[in-house]
């Protein structure tokens, strides 16, 4: 009897523990630019929560760390939580360009109000903290979302 409460818990336990990490999934995402006129755009890929809080960064378009404090929001939540940033980064993106990035995406977090932030950047010209945003849901996610500000639009499929 007490082999059979043990395998029982385990079992349990191993639900959910499932559940609480959900199931990644990898996106990739294209990404065009408007004709601005300017240097190349950086841009910074996060998720926020529904109150715009970040929680982590997914991907930067743009190599040099030395731009990075350009992102004045995307800096400030990154600077208390010192995020690695290897592995997650790629050239940025001239104007009336095109990108493409791939990342993962933990499908426990579609329908909690989540969203991808992709804020863009221009040296010596507008910081945009919300050029896109796409919404984490299951219909949202894969939408084609207008940008407001150097992105044209962002269309996301699942890999």
């Known amino acids: ?6 395998i029982f818990f385990s079992l349990f336990l191993f639900g959910i523990s499932t559940q609480a990490f959900g199931q990644n999934a990898k996106y990739k995402c294209m990404l ?3 004709n601005y006129k300017g240097l190349e755009a950086y841009v910074a890929v996060s998720l926020v929560d529904s109150k715009g809080k970040y929680i982590k960064t997914l991907y930067m378009m743009g190599p040099d760390k ?3 404090n350009g992102f004045k929001e995307w800096d400030k ?9 290897d592995g997650i980064t790629g050239a ?12 993962t995406l933990n499908e426990s977090d579609f329908g909690k109000g989540y969203k991808l932030r992709f ?4 040296e010596d010209q507008k910081y945009y903290v919300t050029d896109v945003e796409v919404p984490m849901t299951k219909e949202g996610i894969t939408q084609k979302v207008e940008g407001n ?4 639009y962002v269309k ?4």
Do not use: C, D, H, P
């Not at 940025?92 to 095109?98: E, F, I, L, Y």
């Not at 996301?156 to 890999?159: D, I, P, S, T």
């Open 1 to 6: 009897m007490k082999l059979v409460k043990i």
């Open 32 to 34: 065009q630019m408007t």
């Open 66 to 68: 030395q731009w990075y």
């Open 77 to 85: 939540q990154l600077g208390k939580k010192k995020e690695k940033l």
């Open 92 to 103: 940025s993106v001239a104007a009336g360009n095109r990108a493409t990035a791939t990342f």
């Open 119 to 122: 804020e863009s950047s221009v």
């Open 149 to 152: 500000g150097y992105i044209r």
């Open 156 to 159: 996301l499929n699942k890999v």
